[in-house]
């Protein structure tokens, strides 16, 4: 996917005695949008911003260490040694000794007469990783502005840490004016590094214009522009972790000071062998457990779980974490949801006015499109076109909205709006605010969305597109699938049944899903579940057992 980035001149901080003024350039090429006021606590905004800009730099994956010159050195090493074995004489082994002396001695002027073009070289590529190194290889973030608060949105270069930063306007002094929709901001690593130098003694003036920081030139206005081929990864990664979100997430709330003595940990131990899980222990009316494997080294929170029952949920890609170290001293709570075993983890750091969520896919090598898809935990019930369309321009109107609320405003059931809301998260016309539990209007794409797109976002729905999704409906059709029984609990469902799939095998699949009908945990006696458990998403059998359970959820809606 291409995308064409303008900006009229590229987003920068200019600060005097007394003031500073933060200038975000946004995309010319999309809606009209901006915001201008003045920050009342610019210390937060400023640690905010700079964990944004380090989870945008972060890349945790693996790499072997390059061994190039090591290997070179060993052969040479193993060609002199070769050639001093031939040596007959002392006489012809001095000489070669001595012209080896001369060779090194050469070789160290040669260093020096070319120290002048090293020097050229570094400060070339510094110039190239400044100014350059964005353009090729990140992505700008995508911003909102909402009536109630701005966000900021990005993805890690590895593509496995989602970020999100959300300020209210009660961190400004003063909102001068504003126009809501979402655009991209150009966002690059000198603009991190004057963001670093605000200071709460000065006044600064806060700024999202198409314009920047407009520096006029001759023949025409100053401006930045960008071309990048963007993959279908990136879009693809807002959808997942949107439907990550809408899970039923294990929650509790822990103290800044637990996860700094996590980070701490962190930072003092490399775990040189397998296992390297960081281990949840949580047990109803008592304090959450971390435990970091594989020295099984224990760390209790100050966190009570008050959940239904005792559970044991490793994750991986701890080192992830770190990224958060900056915003601890200012932080009130962390609250953090768990997916379950190997699947993502969220933490939001709340910050008064801020609120920061990372979300870490199921371990650093896994980005958050690398195989597993958590859409298909969400609740697809049957919708239409205008059903999409007249929830999409309810929420556009209202920009952020509960589901309820939505559902009393558009006249649909509850259950019919969750699942529209789902297809809209899922096109990126909406996101879910996990830590303001409401549905936000936030269009990732420039074209409007029209009865048409809506339309294609139908048809087909995005189970058609995995082979899990394929099976499970040919199962539903085929009437290879039974609900044995359909348990009411506090959290939702809890159903069990049997289902039979294209291989004749018939199975004892068992999900428990909550009110909204998303799918909270399973089990299947099928080969799949028993290879990937639930890290590649859930079984066929998993899927058909829920499609029954819709049936019977819009039956009752009705």
Not at 8 to 13: D, E, K, L, T
Not at 160 to 181: D, M, P
């Amino acid at each position: 996917m291409k995308v064409k980035y303008h900006y009229n001149a590229p987003s920068s901080v200019t600060s005097g005695l007394n003031s500073a003024q933060v200038a975000f350039a946004t995309n010319t090429l999309r809606e009209a949008t901006y915001f201008r006021g003045v920050l009342g606590h610019p210390l937060i905004f400023r640690e905010a911003m700079g964990a944004l800009h380090g989870v945008v730099m972060s890349d945790f994956k693996y790499r072997p260490r390059d061994r190039l010159a090591f290997r070179a050195w060993l052969e040479e090493q193993d060609r002199k040694f070769l050639a001093s074995l031939k040596m007959r004489s002392d006489k012809a082994r001095q000489e070669l000794e001595a012209v080896e002396a001369r060779l090194a001695e050469l070789d160290r002027l040669r260093g020096l007469r070319m120290q002048p073009f090293y020097k050229a070289r570094g400060e070339y590529l510094n110039y190239i990783y400044e100014n350059e190194y964005e353009i090729n290889y990140l992505y700008d973030p995508v911003i909102t502005v909402h009536p109630d608060e701005i966000f900021f949105e990005a993805f890690s270069r590895d593509e496995s840490s989602y970020a999100r930063l959300g300020a209210s306007y009660n961190l400004f002094e003063k909102v001068n004016e504003f126009a809501c929709g979402t655009t991209n901001i150009d966002f690059s690593a000198g603009l991190a590094g004057e963001l670093d130098r605000m200071r709460t003694y000065r006044r600064t003036e806060f700024d999202i214009a198409p314009s920047g920081l407009t520096v006029a030139t001759e023949g025409g206005p100053a401006h930045k522009e960008k071309k990048i081929e963007l993959p279908e990864s990136w879009v693809q990664g807002f959808l997942q972790v949107q439907s990550t979100m809408a899970m039923g997430l294990t929650r509790f709330t822990m103290a800044p000071v637990d996860m700094f003595n996590i980070i701490r940990f962190l930072r003092r131990h490399k775990a040189k062998a397998s296992p390297r899980a960081m281990r949840f222990e949580l047990t109803p009316g008592q304090r959450v457990k971390v435990v970091f494997e594989p020295w099984e080294h224990t760390i209790e929170l100050s966190a009570i779980f008050e959940g239904p029952k005792a559970q044991s949920i490793r994750t991986w890609g701890r080192d992830r974490l770190r990224t958060l170290a900056r915003l601890l001293p200012l932080a009130q709570r962390v609250d953090v949801h768990l997916a379950g075993f190997g699947l993502p983890s969220i933490y939001v750091v709340k910050m008064g006015e801020v609120s920061f969520t990372l979300a870490l896919s199921g371990w650093s090598d896994n980005d958050w499109t690398g195989g597993a898809r958590f859409d298909l935990l969400t609740r697809r019930l049957q919708a239409s076109a205008p059903e999409l369309l007249q929830v999409y321009e309810t929420l556009r109107g209202r920009r952020s909205a509960s589901d309820v609320a939505l559902a009393a405003a558009t006249g649909l059931g509850v259950e019919k709006t969750r699942s529209v809301l789902s297809h809209l998260c899922q096109v990126g016309r909406a996101m879910y605010d996990l830590g303001g539990g409401v549905f936000r209007h936030r269009d990732l794409f420039f074209d409007a969305f029209t009865l048409k797109e809506a339309q294609q976002a139908l048809n087909p729905a995005v189970e058609v597109h995995t082979p899990q999704g394929k099976a499970a409906k040919q199962i539903v059709v085929a009437a290879n699938v039974r609900v044995i029984a359909r348990r009411p609990v506090t959290t939702g469902y809890k159903l069990s049944g049997s289902a039979k799939g294209s291989d004749g095998v018939r199975v004892r699949p068992l999900v428990h899903v909550d009110k909204e009908g998303h799918i909270i945990e399973g089990t299947c006696s099928c080969a799949f579940y028993k290879k990937h458990a639930m890290t590649k998403g859930p079984c066929e059998h998993l899927l058909a057992l829920r499609l029954e359970h819709m049936k019977k959820l819009q039956e009752e809606d009705q």
